[in-house]
């Protein structure tokens, strides 16, 4: 004897097999991501050379760049600008975010608290005056810069609701202890990366309040700081070369970026 199947089964059987399988990860739609890039020279790339735009010195080198051309996103707006501080960003950046924003990095807060005054006094002038303008900036950092991060926290969370945003901190530009030839004296490096210390502690305590990821730059960069056989921040402008960029900046933001 052979047993049949009711027609009733057969044709809902041959539905089913007709509907496609999807998955949560299958909507092109739902793994689509719109990709900003906002802040000062740490993110357009300074000194890391192959400028796509001079006067902000954005680099096809800089991590937001070069995290672009490996995850391919549905679209990528370079905005950071060197020398941008504060209200550059909320001025002349924030226009690049929008309701369909789902990802965004910023760096800033080092132009804001005197970061290129402070460098050429420890560079050139006498340890005292180094730490003066480090505790100038540090009185900055302390008092003044957590409310202008919540402000432009808020600002950037008002213009991108749905983003992601990881906020990327600066690196410890200096090795401690021992010789530099031609660099900073011991004291003045260690100062500087005691200054570098209070600033990320500033925005990362900001950035965790605002719902933010923190991503340290200052592991990333570990043993390739300036006075190191291997160095990855130029000692001339002192800022990330390119392979800083590709070897610690990049890693440190995609470990950062969800999913990742």
């Not at 009185?139 to 808020?154: H, K």
């Not at 945003?165 to 090795?175: A, D, R, S, T």
């Not at 305590?205 to 130029?234: K, L, V």
Request: charged letters at 15%; one cysteine or more.
């Amino acid at each position: 004897m052979y047993l049949t199947r009711p027609a009733g089964a057969v044709v809902l059987a041959l539905a089913l097999a007709s509907v496609p399988v999807t998955t949560a990860n299958a909507s092109p739609e739902a793994a689509e991501v719109n990709y900003v890039a906002l802040g000062d020279s740490y993110a357009s790339g300074t000194g890391a050379g192959s400028y796509s735009d001079i006067a902000c010195t954005r680099s096809r080198n800089a991590y937001p760049a070069l995290w672009a051309d490996a995850n391919d996103p549905a679209s990528f707006a370079f905005a950071a600008c060197g020398g941008a501080k504060i209200p550059d960003v909320l001025d002349d950046q924030l226009g690049e975010l929008d309701a369909d924003t789902t990802l965004v990095s910023l760096s800033i807060g080092g132009n804001d608290s005197g970061f290129a005054s402070t460098m050429l006094s420890c560079q050139y002038s006498t340890q005292s005056a180094c730490e003066r303008a480090l505790a100038t900036a540090g009185e900055y950092v302390v008092n003044e810069l957590p409310g202008e991060l919540d402000s432009l926290y808020a600002a950037v969370r008002a213009a991108a609701p749905g983003a992601e945003v990881v906020v990327v901190g600066y690196p410890h530009l200096y090795k401690e202890g021992g010789l530099c030839l031609g660099g900073l004296s011991s004291a003045k490096r260690s100062a500087v990366n005691a200054g570098s210390d209070l600033l990320n502690e500033t925005i990362a305590g900001r950035a965790e309040a605002a719902g933010f990821t923190f991503a340290d730059g200052r592991p990333a960069f570990a043993g390739h700081e300036i006075c190191t056989s291997d160095a990855w921040i130029s000692s001339t402008n002192v800022h990330p070369t390119a392979e800083g960029h590709a070897s610690a900046y990049l890693p440190a933001f995609g470990a950062a970026v969800s999913g990742s």
